[in-house]
Structure formats: structure tokens, C-alpha cells
């Protein structure tokens, strides 16, 4: 499964988004410019509003190393499970406002994949 595979089966191949791999200190900018929170922290996403270009994702590569190792899974999964809620995020989804509507279906799709976690359990 690649990251290709995760975009076309979670928001459809006709959608297009943009995702880039940042440093530490890069990410905790973004973070601290478009959410108010001085922190790094492992996926953003930029969505557009646009109707084929839903977006842009940044992903940590730090993080992302970190929490492969902490987790005891490849940081090419961990990817993947930041690429999946990156992607559903972008979809419209948001953890922090809804009733539990996109911890389920990151499950879903987690378990599509053979991911073993997603990271709104996680945070849990």
C-alpha cells in the first residue's frame, strides 16, 4: 500500500492534495501560526476549499521517527497513519469538534490498511 493507494481510497482518485515532509522547528511555526499552540506536533492539513485541490499536508519527519519507535512499528507506517489522518482531515473531519465521527472512521480505514494504530486512539 502506498501513499497514492491511501489518497485515492480515502478521499477519491479524482482529488488532489500536496504533502510535504518539514522539519521540527518548521512544524512548530506552522503550529504555532494556524492553531495558536507553540508546540511541534506530528501532521497539519491546509485544506483549500477548493473543489479537485483539496489541500496541503505537512508532515513531520522528527515526529513521525519518534513515534515509530515509541510505538514499535516502521516510520513508513507511521507515515501512513499520519498521511490517513492528514487525508481525513482534509476530507472535513475534525477529532476536536465532532462526536467520535472521525475516530471511527480512521479505525476503518486503519484496519483497511493493516495499519495497527491510528492516532486519535492514541491521544486517548
Not at 497514492?4 to 504555532?32: C, H, Q, T, W
Not at 499520519?82 to 477529532?95: K, R
Not at 469538534?97 to 472512521?105: A, C, S, T, V
Amino acid at each position: 500500500m502506498s501513499f497514492l493507494d491511501i489518497k485515492n481510497k480515502v478521499l477519491g482518485p479524482k482529488y488532489e492534495l500536496s504533502v510535504v515532509f518539514i522539519g521540527r522547528d518548521r512544524m512548530r511555526a506552522l503550529n504555532r501560526t494556524h492553531r495558536g499552540k507553540d508546540k511541534v506536533t506530528d501532521v497539519l492539513s491546509f485544506p483549500t476549499g477548493e473543489t479537485v485541490q483539496l489541500g496541503e499536508m505537512a508532515i513531520s519527519v522528527e515526529r513521525a521517527i519518534q513515534q515509530a519507535e515509541l510505538h514499535a512499528h516502521t516510520v513508513l507506517d507511521e507515515l501512513k497513519i499520519l498521511m490517513l489522518h492528514g487525508a481525513l482531515h482534509l476530507s472535513g473531519l475534525d477529532h476536536e469538534q465532532d462526536r467520535g465521527q472521525m475516530k471511527r472512521i480512521e479505525t476503518k480505514w486503519r484496519k483497511h490498511f493493516g495499519l495497527v494504530s491510528g492516532l486519535i486512539e492514541r491521544t486517548k
